[in-house]
């Protein structure tokens, strides 16, 4: 996906902006993993979501400096959860999109990076606007605490609109950021405004992820 590697693409730039000589030295290639976030099985079971993809990107690029080349290899992690409502005049689609992002933080030389730090909600959610149909974010609705991954995490509400069986319906997408155990986590939860009680599915979508570095 294009906008995906987006993001990876600011890392990159970051890395060759500041990585000094003893970076660019190394014979092996520096590697920047994350650890996929998704949602347990028994969250998916309650809200009604199934799983449609868990997958890694890998960019790789050579970098030179002084004379001297070496490649950096950064591998962001995505999972995308759908649910099958039904919208009426529209029959039944699976317009309730949930969608997990995990991109590592990298690290030169003791100074950190990854775009995402220094992006806003909007700005993310504008970078997997391609996960849902003719997507587009409108105004800022309001703000709710969950508790994911051991902590308070704020997320975001905003209104907007998506292509449905080739119908313009309202949307609200929910999103959030935060770190955890080195990696920067996006989730991402769309779905037609006309469905009640879907906000509730997100945040126990969002609540239940789980994500664990050490694997």
């Known amino acids: 996906m294009q906008r995906r590697h987006t993001l990876v693409g600011l890392v990159v730039v970051l890395v060759t902006v500041t990585a000094g000589c003893g970076f660019i030295t190394g014979d092996e290639p520096a590697t920047f993993s994350a650890a996929s976030a998704t949602v347990g099985d028994s969250v998916q079971s309650e809200t009604g979501y199934e799983e449609e993809a868990v997958e890694s990107s890998v960019v790789t690029q050579n970098f030179s ?5 070496r490649q950096v290899e950064v591998t962001n992690q995505r999972a995308r959860y759908e649910r099958s409502v ?11 999109v949930f969608v997990t992002f995990a991109s590592p933080e990298v690290e030169i030389a ?12 909007r700005e993310i959610v504008q ?10 974010v409108g105004e800022h609705v309001e703000n709710r605490s969950v508790q994911a991954l051991g902590a308070s995490r704020t ?3 905003f209104e907007g609109t998506g292509t449905i069986g080739g119908a313009e319906v309202d949307t609200y997408v929910h999103a959030a950021k935060f770190k955890h155990e080195g990696d920067f986590i996006v989730v991402i939860g769309i779905y037609p405004q006309q469905l009640d009680g879907e906000q509730a599915h997100v ?9 664990d570095a050490e694997e």
């Open 86 to 96: 039904d919208l009426g005049p529209l029959g039944s689609q699976r317009a309730a």
């Open 127 to 136: 970078q997997f606007e391609s996960q849902y149909e003719g997507l587009t």
């Open 155 to 157: 997320l975001q509400k």
């Open 110 to 121: 003791t100074r950190t990076f990854n775009p995402i730090a220094d992006m806003s909600t």
């Open 203 to 211: 945040v126990a979508l969002a609540e239940g992820i789980e994500h």
């Open 65 to 69: 400096a002084a004379g001297q080349t």
